[in-house]
């Protein structure tokens, strides 16, 4: 498959496709993230996180009309509102679902998968009511519109290094937070020992409904990212959803470098594979080697050892 | 899954042999009305079209009932029980394909005797793993062997290294997914997003009449009640008893001395075949198959079926197939925005509400009226009735 270019002509497109597979790290890392802190830190499965995620992108696209209406002359610093917006409204609604739903479930964790994924449908649904059954773009502020030369053969587009630095400065947000703060304190504990946590006078149900909320959040800070790169409609979600809890498990849950590296290593295969192939075929690849890997490797790449 | 303390049902643990009949006499009711049901009064009520449309609905059932045991007893969830029926459904399609493509049928093609998509895509010769499918003895066992090799790699792989869980449930449903995108994506081997279409006859006989349609559905119920009739054996046996031990203490069987992995890899491998047995018969009837039934979506809405039926029950199974199934069809008529906040609802209610579904109703509320109404009648045999059903 590399014959028939040359040396200079493989390494441009590796460069290439190695730019755009970190767009799509980009993207899977956030979306990824929320799901490291709701499946890997409380052992939930949110089957309804793509549509949190899609909560957001409406949320942003909702700011882009709003602003270009009402607030022209603003346009071009709206994507900040949209993003602290999209994180607020997905993450109340994140905290209100764990308040009604997940709380009542986190003994049965099958019976949550399926809760939150008829959850999803009415999410679905409800999406396809409001804002219709198109997708919708958002307009882009004329500086993420563009690209820079690197070099004669190599060009990276404005809005893709935008969501990289988004995803940089949210990832070091949430380290911090889970590894320096007090609330992040709080989290590891309950995860090792709920009971003990409790003891020591840790409200364990506050520090669920904030986690859960806190993932969601960070669900809702993707879907924005992710309209910059696609378009949104009411099913976008579910597109993702299984590739965001292959790469968390396959980074091994509770980990945080773990899916940060698994991230990485699925989207620069698929981007790279892409190329050469026809892209259903890399993306079978990609998850049947992430499958295959998992058979052999349950556990994930990283593991954090915790008494059960 | 749920923990039920053993002290709660002695009678199941000191019953011996003689007080663990096949089927209690409930059971055999059931079995009755269920049978009559299907193979009596539908046929009679319903016309030829509302016939096949139930007869498509009976084909998941199978994989209801497949996950009854692998899901309900086992423990074992799989969300990728989509991968099996449309195996099933996919190996049944493949013959009756090439036995509808046969040189006169495509001499218009610019390869006469390959489906017709294949001839689309420049392919010129009939692809290897279509080449079994050319006979009906080795189609037929490939829709049980394929997926139960499948099954059998799987849960081996799997088990073996003690993955379960929720664990089991996303990596299933990730080979679902894979499934779907490789069929779609290969549109010259397998058709396509449009999957396998314009099936005629089988082994000569036209599957499109009214009456084929018929014998079909007759087929189809008689198949589901041999499944059934199977489910329950395996659920009566020593088997059936320890899946339950397994999802209730695994650690407990393990030190006992059992091989646990063994015993989910045979459930989850029996919820497969059921699942292709069903697949299979689904193509048959509905005439043609295609990647819509393979993927996420269709897997999770099988896994409904069982919870609304009662995930512990084989005929509730089937019952809440049936149930889910018609609702969906008579809310996408009327009102079709509504029948996906009616679904939604319908997950959340089951897990929230009615954990042990439409069974879990019935013998909670109906079933302690029933005895009191049959020990009225005959005092004697309601004695007989074994105590502690294992309603959890």
């Not at chain 1, 820079?148 to 949210?170: H, K, R, S, Y």
């Not at chain 2, 394929?146 to 299933?172: D, K």
Request: glycine share 10%; proline share 4%.
């Amino acid at each position: 498959m590399f014959g028939d270019y040359s040396l200079a002509d493989l390494s441009a497109i590796f460069a290439m496709q190695g730019f755009a597979g970190l767009i799509l790290f980009s993207v899977y890392l956030l979306m990824a993230l929320g799901l490291a802190i709701i499946f890997g830190q409380m052992g939930v499965i949110n089957m309804a996180h793509g549509e949190f995620m899609i909560l957001g992108a409406y949320v942003t696209y909702l700011c882009s009309t709003f602003f270009q209406t009402y607030l022209p002359g603003l346009f071009a610093a709206y994507f900040f509102v949209a993003m602290a917006l999209a994180f607020l409204a997905s993450g109340a609604l994140g905290m209100l679902v764990e308040w009604s739903l997940i709380r009542h479930l986190y003994k049965r964790p099958l019976d949550t998968l399926l809760a939150t994924w008829g959850l999803s449908l009415i999410l679905q649904q409800t999406y396809r009511t409001v804002f219709g059954a198109r997708e919708v773009g958002v307009e882009l502020p004329s500086w993420l519109i563009g690209s820079v030369q690197v070099t004669d053969t190599i060009e990276v587009p404005i809005n893709g290094i935008f969501v990289m630095a988004v995803t940089t400065l949210i990832t070091l947000g949430v380290a911090a937070l889970m590894y320096r703060s007090r609330f992040g304190a709080q989290v590891r504990a309950v995860v090792q020992n709920r009971a003990m946590a409790g003891a020591v006078g840790i409200d364990t149900e506050k520090v669920d409904r904030l986690t859960f909320g806190l993932g969601c959040g960070i669900a809702g800070i993707a879907g924005s990212a992710f309209t910059m790169v696609g378009s949104t409609g009411p099913t976008s979600g579910q597109l993702y959803i299984v590739d965001t809890f292959l790469i968390v498990v396959f980074g091994g849950a509770a980990s945080l470098l773990g899916t940060i590296a698994s991230a990485f290593s699925i989207s620069q295969t698929q981007s790279t594979l892409e190329f050469f192939l026809s892209g259903s075929t890399a993306k079978v690849i990609t998850l049947l080697a992430v499958v295959g890997i998992l058979m052999l490797r349950p556990q994930g790449l990283f593991t954090l050892k915790v008494r059960r | 899954m749920e923990h039920t303390p053993m002290a709660h049902r002695p009678a199941a643990v000191a019953a011996g042999v003689h007080d663990n009949p096949f089927m209690k006499p409930m059971e055999w009711v059931s079995l009755a009305l269920l049978a009559a049901v299907i193979l009596v009064v539908l046929p009679i009520l319903l016309d030829a079209f509302r016939l096949n449309l139930v007869g498509k609905y009976l084909t998941y059932a199978f994989v209801a009932l497949g996950l009854v045991i692998c899901w309900g007893f086992g423990g074992i969830l799989s969300l990728g029980q989509g991968c099996f029926f449309g195996l099933g459904g996919y190996c049944m399609a493949m013959y009756l394909k090439l036995e509808a493509s046969s040189v006169e049928n495509t001499k218009i093609q610019s390869t006469p005797g390959i489906p017709d998509f294949m001839d689309w895509n420049q392919i010129t010769e009939l692809p290897w793993i279509w080449k079994p499918f050319q006979s009906l003895p080795l189609t037929l066992f490939l829709v049980v062997a394929l997926p139960a090799f499948f099954a059998f790699v799987i849960g081996t792989a799997m088990f073996r290294r003690r993955v379960g869980g929720t664990y089991f449930a996303i990596i299933t449903q990730a080979i679902a997914a894979i499934l779907t995108i490789l069929i779609v994506g290969q549109q010259g081997y397998t058709g396509g997003i449009n999957g396998i279409t314009d099936l005629r006859t089988l082994n000569g006989w036209d599957i499109r009449t009214d009456s084929a349609h018929n014998i079909l559905y007759f087929v189809n119920g008689g198949l589901l009640i041999g499944c059934i009739l199977f489910a329950q054996y395996v659920k009566k046996s020593k088997l059936g008893r320890i899946l339950v031990a397994m999802r209730d203490k695994e650690d407990r069987v393990r030190f006992s001395g059992y091989q646990v992995a063994s015993f989910k890899t045979f459930a989850f491998c029996m919820a497969a075949v059921f699942a292709a047995i069903g697949g299979a018969m689904f193509t048959l009837q509905v005439g043609f198959m295609s990647p819509s039934f393979v993927g996420i979506v269709p897997s999770i809405e099988m896994v409904i079926y069982a919870a609304v039926g009662g995930r512990l029950s084989l005929f509730g199974a089937v019952w809440g197939t049936l149930l889910v199934n018609w609702a969906k069809t008579s809310f996408s008529e009327s009102f079709p925005e509504l029948w996906l906040f009616g679904l939604g609802a319908l997950f959340i209610a089951v897990v929230l509400a009615f954990p042990n579904g439409l069974a879990g109703i019935y013998r909670t509320y109906v079933e302690p009226r029933l005895t009191r109404k049959v020990k009225a009648l005959a005092p004697a045999e309601a004695r007989a009735l074994p105590h502690g059903t294992p309603a959890e």
